[in-house]
């Protein structure tokens, strides 16, 4: 019997190490990190049969090399969280004083259903600039009846003085933000034609509109008297997209050995949060750290390293790392509670010595060890 399961164990590592990338693969290009399961190129990324994992490293006019996901550029990549940070296209729609009218609507949309992204609704929202603008987010053109959406927010000014107190906050005046629904794989964005800044022109030329990571999104009033928005922003600002590994649940992909992606020993698989048929993803154990997607990718954390962590023991020197975890003991010949108490003698009983037979009776107090 030993000859099969010999056969066995090098056909599962065999498989296992058919999706690994070569080691010439590259890993980063400009100031982006390239982790595996991503990659450019052939044989660099986890084929799953879309453009998910699939990037390429590309020069820009500026000479910058940049990664881009099919045509969106990545601004990094998660493996840890299982996100993708790309840049979303500021929309704007202004007045045109050659014209005497306002410019046509150039809308940014995107559709993602050739890939496994779907767009965060913790961290991102939809966010209007402008006086008098009225935005929304809706599904693209073609969805399906059950999966159409639209939602939207206006943003008002009251006046100068008071756009000036706002700067930092996004609550209507100057600037509005309305959260997306879960789930979403593409949009589109849309100006109403009935709130424009025809008559505010002077004041507020343009309007705009972006889905954008929340955090990285500080309003100003220059925003919306000056053009500073898109100019120092570069016409695009992050948003965060959640990715995920095929469409089977964990139950399900660990029942196919060569395609199940969570490779790393001391790893372990964890369902989509958009639920059944949306795919899973792999973390390190608790205890353990790196890329669960690669051959011994998770390695164990040494907690007792204080250049790296808060030093996890009450008692210096007490900290002893195992795999997976620590422990904190305390020293030979003391006892206590070095995690979060003392450690002290080993005492544990305190004795009276007495003379008797002579006049002076000598007193004295001695310790009594354990054995």
């Known amino acids: 019997m030993l000859l099969p399961l010999i056969i066995l164990a090098l056909s599962a590592s065999q498989a296992a190490a058919a999706m690994q990338p070569s080691e010439t693969c590259l890993r980063r290009c400009g100031d982006v990190e390239i982790p595996y399961p991503f990659g450019v190129g052939s044989g660099c990324h986890l084929e799953t049969g879309d453009w998910t994992f699939v990037l390429s490293c590309n020069r820009s006019a500026d000479g910058r090399l940049r990664v881009y996901n099919y045509e969106i550029e990545v601004v990094d990549v998660s493996v840890r969280r299982g996100q993708l940070r790309i840049y979303s296209a500021i929309n704007p729609w202004c007045y045109n004083g050659s014209t005497s009218a306002m410019n046509g609507q150039s809308n940014w949309w995107y559709d993602m259903s050739i890939t496994n992204f779907r767009i965060n609704d913790a961290l991102n929202r939809f966010t209007v600039v402008g006086c008098n603008s009225l935005a929304y987010i809706l599904s693209p053109n073609g969805t399906a009846g059950a999966d159409r959406y639209m939602t939207g927010c206006m943003a008002m000014c009251p006046g100068a003085g008071r756009l000036e107190k706002e700067n930092g906050s996004c609550a209507g005046v100057g600037c509005c933000q309305t959260a997306i629904p879960a789930g979403l794989n593409g949009y589109q964005v849309s100006f109403e034609e009935k709130f424009n800044t025809s008559a505010i022109a002077g004041f ?58 969570c490779v790393s020993a001391n790893s372990e698989c964890v369902d989509s949060r958009y639920g059944r048929g949306r795919g899973y993803l792999c973390n390190c154990s608790a205890g353990y750290d790196g890329n669960p997607y690669l051959l011994d990718g998770c390695q164990d954390i040494n907690e007792c390293d204080e250049s790296r962590f808060r030093y996890p023991c009450s008692v210096p020197g007490t900290c002893v790392n195992t795999p997976g975890g620590f422990t904190c003991t305390c020293p030979d010949k003391t006892i206590g509670n070095a995690y979060n108490g003392t450690c002290g003698d080993n005492k544990s009983q305190l004795g009276w010595k007495i003379a008797i037979g002579n006049p002076r009776i000598r007193i004295s107090n001695v310790l009594v060890k354990n054995a």
């Open 204 to 261: 507020s030329r343009c309007s705009y509109a972006v889905l954008v990571e929340a955090s990285a999104f500080d309003f100003r009033a220059s925003y919306v008297t000056t053009d500073e928005f898109m100019a120092s922003n570069g016409g695009q600002l992050p948003l965060v997209l959640d990715w995920a590994i095929g469409n089977k649940t964990c139950e399900e992909a660990k029942r196919n050995a060569s395609a199940y992606a």
